[in-house]
């Protein structure tokens, strides 16, 4: 497993890099490793803009029936979500964006997870499965 | 931070994106097109993505507001060389980038602008 810090721009595009190679090595098609790579980019800068930064994990998996994938978790110690729900709608955005991060990502993945408390940061994982 | 070369040819500006995007670098991106849209009275932008692995939302969304930046000066931006996989993901993503024009390759994008397409 690799652990990638996440505290400024030229991080999240390491980690870019790394789910990358970790995606190939794992057969997921190019298009699923662009899919699961523009996923984690958008969850970097999350970590990073809205956590103040944090930490990327990234993880081979074996299913138990042998198929191939890769786990991302993202986690900050950040101000966390306040309305979770809220957070994952299309076109909600915090900030200046598009609001397309959180839920965008959720449709680049197989799995997907949030977990959030006001004042104790986030932490994101998802899964992506070869096919 | 890596700066992106504007190249003016005639009246368009090439841009070719050959470095891994970091959010820094687009920006600094739009600052440079527009700069040099206002000071070269350039009528068009291509911008070629050949290269470029991942759109995610945020470099969409500076593609779609550099052609938006580009309108005010009274030119056109096609934005060149999309990979399919990242046509895929982008729409998967909700991202459209209404108002830029695309088009398969340079050569393509030039005809667009140029106007014989």
New interface residues.
């Given amino acids: 497993m690799a652990e990638l810090p996440i505290r400024s721009g030229d991080d999240v595009v390491r980690v870019r890099q790394q789910v990358r190679v970790t995606a190939a090595e794992n057969g997921l098609s190019l298009v699923d490793q662009t899919k699961l790579v523009t996923a984690a980019s958008e969850l970097a800068r999350n970590t990073l803009v809205h956590g103040g930064g944090g930490v990327a994990q990234v993880e081979a998996l074996r299913s138990p029936n042998g198929r191939a994938g890769v786990r991302l978790r993202f986690t900050d110690e950040g101000p966390g979500i306040a309305d979770i729900d809220l957070a994952l709608r299309d076109g909600w955005s915090s900030g200046t964006g598009l609001g397309l991060g959180l839920s965008g990502s959720r449709r680049l993945v197989d799995e997907f997870e949030l977990s959030s408390k006001p004042g104790e940061g986030t932490s994101v994982v998802v899964v992506k499965w070869s096919r | 931070?890596e700066q992106v070369p504007i190249v003016k040819i005639g009246q368009t500006l090439f841009v070719s994106i050959q470095v891994?995007?970091?959010?820094?670098s687009v920006l600094r991106l739009q600052e440079d097109l527009a700069d040099e849209l206002a000071t070269s009275g350039a009528r068009g932008v291509i911008i070629d993505i050949t290269a470029v692995?991942?759109?995610?939302?945020?470099i969409?969304?500076m593609l779609t507001m550099i052609g938006s930046i580009s309108r005010l000066f009274d030119a056109e931006t096609v934005i060149v060389g999309m990979?399919?996989?990242?046509a895929?993901?982008l729409t998967?993503?909700?991202?459209s980038l209404k108002g830029v024009r695309t088009a398969l390759n340079a050569e393509k994008g030039l005809e667009i602008l140029n106007g014989r397409p």
């Avoid at chain 2, 692995?53 to 945020?58: A, H, L, M, T």
């Avoid at chain 2, 998967?92 to 991202?95: A, V, Y």
């Fill in positions: 931070m891994e995007l970091e959010d820094q692995e991942i759109v995610d939302s945020f969409g969304r990979r399919p996989a990242v895929i993901t998967e993503l909700g991202l």
